[in-house]
C-alpha cells in the first residue's frame, strides 16, 4: 500500500530576528519530513537561515521535554520526577492563589522574545496575570532604549521598507551583522552593491557583514553618538542638507545645528577611537549620495547612551531629505507600522483598576535578592513563572541571577521546550510546544507583512501551548470570564481589529501585507505628537532629561580602568539565537565551544596563543572560554561571543557572569556591550 499523500502547512519563524519568515512543512504520516521557506513570500523567497533549517531536528530532538515535571532535588539540580498535567496545575493554581490571596504583586511573570507570536508570547498569560493583579514585567532586555528612542524622534518603531534598501546608492549598516542576524536584508544589500551602492558597515567588531562590506569603520563600543554628531557637523559645515525638508518637517532644527558643531570630526575620532578623515569621508559619502539608507539595529544600543545614539542617528535622514525617496531614510524596527490590538489580547482592563508594581527584567538578579530599587517598592518575589524566556543564561549579571533562581523560598514553574539553565531551578518544568505544533499570529520588526503560523504537527508527548497551560490555570483559579475560554485560533483572531489585515489572504496564503507607502514620510507626517521629525523632544525634555540627543558615555568607558583595561561586546554566535539552537547539535558542533575574539596586539601584551584557555574577569565576576587571536576583535575590544548554556561552559557560566545590571539612558534597556574586563592565560 502506498503512504497518503505529504500535506503542506503554511507556517512562520517563531524566533527574535526581523526577517519572520514565511515557513512551508512538509508532512507525511503525521511527521514534520521537510522545513522550507514559503518561495511565494517576497520577503523569504524561499530561504531560511542555517539555524532555522535545523527546526526540525530541533522539534524532534531527543532531549525535548514531553511531560510535566516536578522538582525532586535541591533547587538548581535539575533533577525532577514526573507529575500528571492535572496534579501539576492543581498545585500551581494552589500555590499561586494563597500567595495571590496575600500579595499578588509577590508573584511576577517572566517572558520575552522565545517566541515572538502574539498569541504564545502575549495574550492569555498577560489576561492571566492582569486577573492575577501580579507584579508587571518591563520588557526591557532586548530593544527599548531604541524602541523608545525612535519613538521621541520619529514618532515609533517606524521607518523605511525593507524592500527599497535594493535601490539605495549608500546604505549603513550600523551595529548590524547582517549576514547573521538580518539575512533577508543582505540580500536587498547585496542588489544594491550589485547595482554600483556602496556599503559601509559601522561595528565594533569586523563581523562577516564588515568583511563584505566596501568599508568599515571599526568604532569602540558605545561611541555611535558621537560619530552621528559628527557626522551631522560636516553636513552644516559643508551645506549637505535639504533646507526644505527641515523647515517643513522636522522641529527643533537651530537648536540641533548648535549641538552638531560641538562635534568635530576630530573630537569624535578620539571619543570613537577611528581616524578623523575617515569620518570626513563618511559624511561626505552621506551628505552627497542620493539615495542612502541606514539599517540600524539594536546593537547600538546596548549601551548607557543607546537611546541617545539611536536618536542622533535617526535624525540623519531628516537632515539630509532622504525620507523624500523611498530607498532613503532609516530602519531599526518595523514594528511600530502593524496595527496589533494589544488590548484585546492582553485585556489590560482585568486589572480592574488595580496598578501592581513593575519589576525591570533587566535587574531581576537584583530583584530576586530583595533590592528595594530593582523590586520597586514592593514586596520581595516569592513565585516566578518563566516563559519564552532562560533569564539564568540571557540576564546580565548572571552570578547574581542564578543565585536569585537557587532561592528554596522561590516557587518556581517553567514553560519550555528543553530543560535549560532556568528550567534546572524550576518546582514546575512545563512542556511547551514548538512552532510546528500551535497556532500562531505574527507581526515582523523587519518588513510589514503579517503572518498565521497553524500547527503542522502535533505535539510531541503531552506538550502543550502557553496559552493552553494559562487558560487551564485560570480555569482551576476561577477565572470565569469569557476570554479565559478563547482557544489559540480564536486569540489569532483577536490580534488584529476586524478590516485592519486581510485576513482572507493570510488564511489563504498565510501572509499578509500591511498597507503602507512607498516612502512613508516623503511628505513628513511622522506620528510624533507634533507631526515632525524631533530633533528636540519636549516629552524628554518634561522628563528632565536632554532633549536634543547627544554623546553619553558608556557607564564603562574603554580606557578608564587600568585594572579593567579592555572593552567587552557579546554579540550572538552566528549559528545561536540568544540562548535558542544552543544545545542543537549540529549547530553547536559548528560553534565548538565559547569563544573570546582578541586582537593579536592584545593576545601579545597578555602572552595569550590562538586557542589557549583565558580567564576573563572584572569586578563582578570570571568567566572562563577559549581565546581565538583573531581579525574580528579591534585593539582594546574583545568579543565573547554568546550567548552559551552556562552548564555548556568550561566552568558552568557564561559571559554574562561579567555584564552589569546599569541601565540604558532612555528605555530603561540592559548594557549588555558597556562592560570592561581583563583577560589573562587561564
Ligand atoms: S532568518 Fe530569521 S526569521 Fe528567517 S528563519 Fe532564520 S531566524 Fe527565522
Known sequence: MSSPAPTLVRGACPHDCPDTCALVTTVQEGRAVKLQGNPEHRHTAGVLCTKVSRYIERNDHPERLVQPLRRAGPKGSGRFEPVSWDEALHDIAARLGAIARRAPQAIVPYSYAGTMGLVQGESMDRRFFHKLGASLLDRTICATAGGEALAHTLGGKVGMRVEFFAEAKLILIWGSNSIGSNLHFWRHAQAARRAGARLVCIDPRRTETADKCDEHIALLPGTDGALALALMHELVVND???????????????????????????????????????????????????????????????????GNAVRAI??????????????????????????????????????????????????????????????SGG????????????????????????????????????????????????????????????????????????????????????ARSNAWVFRELARRMGFDEPCFADDDE?????????????????????????PLPEA????????????????????????????????????????????????????????????????????????????????????????????????????????????????????????????????????????????????????????FYDCLVQVEPA
Not at 497 to 508: H, T
Not at 524 to 530: D, E, I, N, V
Request: charged share 20%; hydrophobic share 40%; with cysteine.
Open 240 to 306: 549637505w542638507l535639504d533646507h526644505d525638508y527641515i523647515a517643513r518637517h522636522t522641529l527643533g532644527w537651530e537648536r540641533l545645528r548648535e549641538r552638531a558643531l560641538q562635534w568635530p570630526p576630530e573630537r569624535a575620532a578620539a571619543v570613537c577611537g577611528v581616524p578623523a578623515p575617515q569620518i570626513r569621508d563618511l559624511a561626505r559619502a552621506y551628505g552627497t549620495t542620493k539615495p542612502a539608507a541606514i539599517r540600524l539595529n539594536y546593537g547600538v544600543q546596548r549601551v548607557r547612551g543607546g
Open 520 to 671: 512613508p514620510f516623503a511628505e513628513g507626517g511622522f506620528p510624533t505628537p507634533s507631526g515632525q521629525c524631533e530633533f528636540f523632544s519636549e516629552r524628554l525634555a518634561a522628563q528632565g532629561l536632554d532633549g536634543l540627543p547627544d554623546h553619553v558615555p558608556n557607564h564603562e568607558p574603554a580606557g578608564s580602568s587600568s585594572a579593567f583595561p579592555l572593552a567587552m561586546i557579546s554579540p550572538p554566535a552566528r549559528n545561536f539565537l540568544n540562548s535558542t539552537f544552543v544545545n542543537v547539535k549540529s549547530l553547536r558542533s559548528i560553534e565548538g565551544e565559547p569563544l573570546l575574539e582578541i586582537h593579536a596586539d592584545d593576545a601579545g601584551a597578555r602572552g595569550i596563543a590562538d586557542g589557549a584557555m583565558v580567564r576573563v574577569f572584572n569586578a563582578r565576576g570570571e568567566y572562563r572560554c577559549r581565546a581565538e587571536v583573531s581579525r574580528r576583535a579591534r585593539p582594546g575590544v574583545v568579543n565573547g561571543l554568546g550567548v552559551w548554556w552556562r552548564k555548556l561552559g568550561a566552568d558552568g557560566t557564561n559571559v554574562n557572569q561579567l555584564t552589569s545590571q546599569h541601565l540604558t539612558d532612555i528605555g530603561r534597556g540592559p548594557t
Open 314 to 375: 535617526a535624525c540623519l535622514p531628516a537632515l539630509v531629505g532622504a525620507w523624500r525617496q523611498r530607498a532613503g531614510g532609516v530602519l531599526l524596527s518595523s514594528g511600530g507600522h502593524f496595527p496589533v490590538d494589544r488590548a484585546a489580547l492582553q485585556r489590560p482592563d482585568l486589572l480592574a483598576g488595580r496598578r501592581p508594581r513593575t519589576v525591570n527584567m533587566v535587574r531581576i538578579g537584583d530583584a530576586l535578592a530583595g533590592d528595594a530599587g530593582a523590586l
Open 379 to 462: 514586596p520581595p518575589i516569592e513565585a516566578i513563572v518563566v516563559y519564552n524566556s532562560n533569564p539564568v543564561a540571557v540576564a546580565p549579571e548572571s552570578a547574581k541571577v542564578a543565585a536569585g533562581f537557587a532561592r528554596e523560598d522561590l516557587f518556581t514553574v517553567v514553560l519550555e521546550q528543553f530543560q535549560t539553565d532556568t528550567a534546572d531551578h524550576a518546582d514546575y518544568l512545563l512542556p511547551a510546544t514548538t512552532q510546528l505544533e500551535h497556532w500562531d499570529i505574527h507581526a515582523s520588526y523587519g518588513h510589514t507583512d503579517v503572518l498565521l503560523n497553524r500547527p503542522a504537527v502535533a505535539p510531541r508527548g503531552q
Open 490 to 514: 480564536a486569540l489569532c483572531r483577536q490580534a488584529f481589529a476586524p478590516g485592519a489585515i486581510d485576513w482572507a489572504a493570510l488564511e489563504r496564503d498565510g501572509f499578509a501585507s500591511v
